[in-house]
């Protein structure tokens, strides 16, 4: 089993994923998501958690292009805080999710990637529960892409977290290319 953990302040997104299938998720408010991540691995024992880790370099982009873009300097630093504070989370739970042995990936967000329509989402999962939020939808795309992934016996030998650029380069190009990440 698998633990997806979408982080933000406002909300952190959470999905366990098993076998391919969802088996469950959660849209928490940040400042209680090290406490949840805890406290579900507590109950459901996973061993392997994925991080989406926000990046200081989605400063540049989207953010600022367009008719839609930030302009202005205060937008531009009140955006800049809300990414650090998204990032220290990621950080954190990962922190202590290491600290009672899980295996923690963190990876950069692949906005074309982890966006799937409710409609699509609800297509590839087949889940019949309560609905999940966008950050929950994130998390449970982000542990499915990354369930089988051969890294985690890395992982497991080396006891580290490595940062592996060419799975990382494979994984973007197949969200480039609208494969979704399968």
């Not at 302009?71 to 504070?85: E, F, T, V, Y």
């Not at 297509?123 to 309560?130: A, C, L, V, Y």
């Amino acid at each position: 089993m698998i633990l997806g953990i979408d982080p933000g302040v406002s909300k952190t997104g959470f999905a366990l994923i098993s076998d391919n299938r969802l088996f469950n998720h959660r849209t928490i408010i940040g400042k209680e998501a090290v406490t949840f991540a805890l406290s579900w691995h507590t109950i459901y024992k996973f061993d392997r958690a994925i991080i989406e880790r926000p990046q200081i370099g989605i400063l540049y982009g989207r953010h600022f292009d367009g008719p839609n873009g930030i302009k202005s300097k205060a937008g531009m630093i009140k955006l800049a805080q809300n990414i650090g504070q998204n990032i220290y989370l990621a950080d954190e739970i990962g922190r202590e999710l290491q600290r009672i042995g899980v295996m923690v990936k963190m990876v950069r967000p692949a906005r074309k990637c982890t966006k799937w329509t409710p409609e699509y989402w609800q297509s590839i999962f087949q889940w019949k529960g309560k609905k999940p939020s966008e950050h929950a939808r994130d998390a449970s795309v982000i542990a499915l892409q990354y369930e089988r992934w051969a890294g985690w016996k890395i992982i497991e030998q080396a006891n580290r977290l490595p940062y592996d650029p060419k799975l990382q380069k494979d994984i973007e190009e197949n969200c480039e290319s609208g494969h979704h990440g399968y």
